[in-house]
């Protein structure tokens, strides 16, 4: 098993994409209340907890597979949702019903797109007969920590520059899935 340093940097680059989205999210929704901070900051932390044993448990059985899909899926998560941010941000003017990406299939999407790079960690581990649980039990919480510091940088900046913000934040989770998908 790696050492706690090791296991905190690990946690901490696993946890950048849901610093990324937690303040998109943020900044679109702008007046963003305690229970949708919550449900962000716990279900990408119970996801990225959850995917490195899942991976783990796949091991060498079906590794090859997840690991040539997981790009692409959270490539294809990434843009739609960044696409809607910004369709929604451009409409804001006009009646349009938003759709709190903090419930529902979006906060699956959001939640799936963070954490699925966990997969290739917990594959990882298997391969190296390595314990899953402690590491996920830490991926998680850092996870949790980090994606409720940038929900909160989030509400800071869509307080202050509100729908161009918000326009920015789904460019930026549009840059991360070309990002995940390219490299």
Request: without cysteine; positive net charge; hydrophobic residues 55%.
């Amino acid at each position: 098993m790696p050492n706690l340093l090791t296991l905190l940097a690990i946690s901490v680059s696993l946890a950048m994409d849901a610093l990324a989205v937690s303040i998109s999210t943020s900044v679109f929704l702008g007046d963003i209340s305690k229970r949708q901070a919550f449900r962000i900051y716990f279900h990408f932390g119970l996801f990225q907890a959850l995917y490195p044993v899942i991976g783990w448990l796949a091991g060498n059985t079906i590794s090859a597979h997840l690991l040539g899909w997981n790009k692409i899926i959270a490539f294809v998560l990434l843009l739609g949702v960044g696409i809607k941010m910004i369709w929604d941000a451009v409409l804001e003017g006009e009646e349009t019903q938003q759709k709190d990406p903090t419930r529902g299939i979006l906060l699956m999407a959001l939640s799936t797109s963070v954490s699925i790079d966990a997969l290739a960690v917990g594959v990882s581990f298997s391969l190296l007969g390595m314990s899953i649980i402690l590491p996920a039990i830490i991926i998680g919480i850092v996870t949790g920590i980090i994606s409720y510091l940038g929900i909160q940088f989030g509400r800071l900046l869509g307080q202050g520059f509100g729908q161009k913000v918000s326009i920015a934040g789904g460019f930026v989770l549009i840059a991360i899935a070309l990002k995940i998908l390219l490299f």
